[in-house]
C-alpha cells in the first residue's frame, strides 16, 4: 500500500503547477482524498479534499478559487492543479486518505485519515 505525491518544484509567483497523488496496491474509490501542506515553522494544514462517493470538493479559504482537486479513478490517481502561486503557497505537500464510502465532510477531510504518502515540495518564489 503506498500513495505516490509528485509534481513540486520551483515556480515564479503567479505560476502554476499540477500535484499528482498516485495510489498502488489498493483502490482509491472510496476514499476521500485529502492534500496537505506544512510550510516551514507552521503546522500542516488541510488543503482541499475531494469526495469518494459524493465527489464533493473542498478547499481552504486561501486556496479557494486558485486550486482545483480532481480524481482519475481509472489511474486511480488524485491531482491538485495549483494556478496564480504565491510564496506563502510555498510547503512541502502530502496527500492522504480515509477510507469512507459514507459521503464526506470537511471535517472528516482532516481527520482519521489511513495513508499518507511522501511529500512533495513546492517552491514559489521569484
Known amino acids: 500500500v503506498q500513495l505516490q505525491a509528485s509534481g513540486g518544484g520551483l515556480v515564479q509567483p503567479g505560476g502554476s503547477l499540477r500535484l499528482s497523488c498516485a495510489a498502488s496496491?489498493?483502490?482509491?474509490?472510496?476514499?476521500?482524498i485529502t492534500w496537505f501542506r506544512q510550510a516551514p515553522g507552521k503546522e500542516r494544514e488541510g488543503v482541499s479534499c475531494?469526495?469518494?462517493?459524493?465527489?464533493?470538493?473542498f478547499y481552504t479559504d486561501s486556496v479557494r478559487g486558485r486550486f482545483t482537486i480532481s480524481r482519475d479513478n481509472a489511474k486511480n490517481t488524485v491531482y491538485l492543479q495549483m494556478k496564480s502561486l504565491k510564496p506563502e503557497d510555498t510547503a512541502v505537500y502530502y496527500c492522504?486518505?480515509?477510507?469512507?464510502?459514507?459521503?464526506?465532510?470537511?471535517?472528516?477531510?482532516?481527520?482519521?485519515?489511513?495513508?499518507w504518502g511522501k511529500g512533495t515540495l513546492v517552491t514559489v518564489s521569484s
Open positions: 492522504a486518505t480515509r477510507f469512507d464510502p459514507y459521503g464526506s465532510t470537511w471535517f472528516k477531510c482532516q481527520h482519521g485519515m489511513h495513508y
Open positions: 475531494i469526495g469518494s462517493s459524493d465527489g464533493r470538493t
Open positions: 496496491g489498493f483502490s482509491l474509490d472510496d476514499h476521500i
